[in-house]
Each structure stands twice: as structure tokens, then as C-alpha cells.
């Protein structure tokens, strides 16, 4: 696994609360920074011990093989616990760690306001993580190491991430821009089916679970609405805190009328 590669450096870094998040909100736009040539990079908080179907190993086999299938060069999950991610210092200082390891200009994180609490709290500490990063006196190097950590702390300036967006697609609120996921909408959604113990028709959970065919049809018409915001076929909708900046206003895309 290209994870366990000690220099990697990473351009874009989606943080996430749980494995298959990422497929979900912002695995296209992954493809499509690899396919520009850009290093990707996913870090997910927690490990699936609390999902109702399939174990936390197997939901780890199936997050590197969706890894693969985004041509991510590096992917790691926390020990944070599922269903009860909290923003403490412990848990910011983790992150921070990754973010001097992989020194990402942009971050990816979870849109603030979510049905889940683990979402929704991962949004906060990440941006306090990205925060932490850049200050010179936080000093990871003086914290005891993660068991699951091995060879993360041998990076420790402080880094500042350029950007941060919030990959919005769980919440209902008006993207600040789409990115335009056309062409890799079949491999992103290859990416989530790598999830068998949780997507893949099976008894356990079924009334929990919607089937497989239904994930597809959901999946499309999302990527499809947001797509027709920004006249493309498939989009992901992305929120940014800042304001746009504007050089030529000829080259501003998406149609007015
Ligand atoms: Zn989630």
C-alpha cells in the first residue's frame, strides 16, 4: 500500500469520519486531481467498529482497495471512536500530525451542518487541526505516538494548508462551486462498491440498507442535480468560507441564461 510510504507528500488531503465518505462526497474530484497529475491523499478518522455491517479489518482491506481505485497515493485511518468523534486536543494533535507529514495545499473537509454528529464534528476539528498545523509552538514531536502511527512523526514543521472546502453533498445548502466529476463518475462509484461488507445485497441490515442498484440510481441523480447547477453532466458541490477571486470576467465560467 503507497500508504505506508514515509515521504509522501500529499497536494489535496480529504479528511473524513468514515471510511466510504469520501467515495461518496468527493471521490470524483479526487480522480480528477490525479488525472491532472496531482498527489491525492485521504486520512479518515475513525475505523468502522460501530458500522452494522462488516468489521472494522474488512471495511480497512475495502478502504485500500477504494484507495486504489481513486488513485490516492496514501490513505490512513485514526483510532478515533466510530459514532463518538470528538473535538479534543488529543485528537486535533493526531491530525496535525498527518498534515505536517503530508503538508497538503488543500484540504478537503465534511460541510459543517450534517445529519450525523461525527460529520459535522469532523468539519470543526479539522479546521482547528489546520489551524494548530501552522503555529511553530505546537509541538507534535513532544507527544507520545499512536500505536497505528509508525513513522508518522518524522515530519514536525508546522504547516499551514492554503485552502480549505467543505465537500457539501450531505448537506442541503448552495455549493459554492461544483467540480465537474463527468468523466470518472463510473469509477467513482467502482470506488464505493469496493465497500462489499456495506453495499453489496446481503441479509444483515437490509432493512437499514437501501440495495445496490438503488445506491447507483441515488448516487447519479445526486451527481447529475449538482452537474445541472454548473452546466456539466455529473457534479460534486463544494462550500468555501472565502469569497471568489476574479481576473477576467470573460473567462468566469458557468452560463448565466
Ligand atoms: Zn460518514
Known amino acids: 500500500m503507497p500508504s505506508e510510504a514515509a515521504d509522501f507528500r500529499a497536494d489535496v488531503l480529504a479528511i473524513a469520519a468514515h471510511r466510504d465518505d469520501v467515495e461518496q462526497t468527493c471521490g470524483g474530484t479526487l480522480l480528477r486531481m490525479a488525472a491532472r497529475g496531482l498527489r491525492t491523499a485521504i486520512l479518515d478518522l475513525t475505523q468502522g467498529e460501530a458500522g452494522t455491517r462488516g468489521t472494522a479489518a474488512e471495511r480497512a482491506r475495502e478502504a485500500e482497495e477504494a484507495a486504489r481505485v481513486l488513485g490516492v497515493g496514501w490513505r490512513q485511518a485514526l483510532d478515533l471512536p466510530d459514532g463518538a468523534v470528538e473535538n479534543t486536543l488529543e485528537n486535533r494533535m493526531a491530525i496535525v500530525r498527518v498534515l505536517r507529514l503530508l503538508r497538503p495545499r488543500v484540504v478537503i473537509l465534511p460541510y459543517w451542518q450534517a445529519r450525523h454528529p461525527d460529520h459535522a464534528i469532523a468539519a470543526t476539528l479539522g479546521y482547528e487541526a489546520c489551524f494548530l498545523s501552522g503555529l511553530k509552538k505546537v509541538d507534535t514531536g513532544a507527544l507520545p505516538e499512536r500505536s497505528s502511527s509508525v513513522g508518522w512523526n518524522t515530519r514536525t514543521e508546522p504547516h499551514r494548508p492554503f485552502k480549505i472546502v467543505y465537500a457539501s453533498l450531505y448537506a442541503d445548502v ?16 467502482l470506488a464505493l462498491m469496493a465497500y462489499r461488507s456495506q453495499y453489496s445485497n446481503q441479509s444483515a441490515g437490509s432493512a437499514l440498507f437501501v440495495p445496490e ?45
Do not use: C, M, N, W
Request: net charge negative; hydrophobic share 40%; proline share 7%.
Open 174 to 189: 448552495r455549493p459554492s462551486f461544483i467540480v465537474d466529476i463527468t468523466p470518472f463518475i463510473e469509477q467513482r462509484h
Open 213 to 257: 442498484e438503488e445506491i447507483r440510481e441515488r448516487a447519479f441523480a445526486e451527481a447529475r442535480h449538482y452537474g445541472l447547477l454548473a452546466g456539466v453532466r455529473y457534479g460534486e458541490p463544494f462550500v468555501q468560507k472565502e469569497v471568489g477571486l476574479v481576473d477576467d470576467l470573460t473567462l468566469v465560467p458557468v452560463q448565466s441564461l
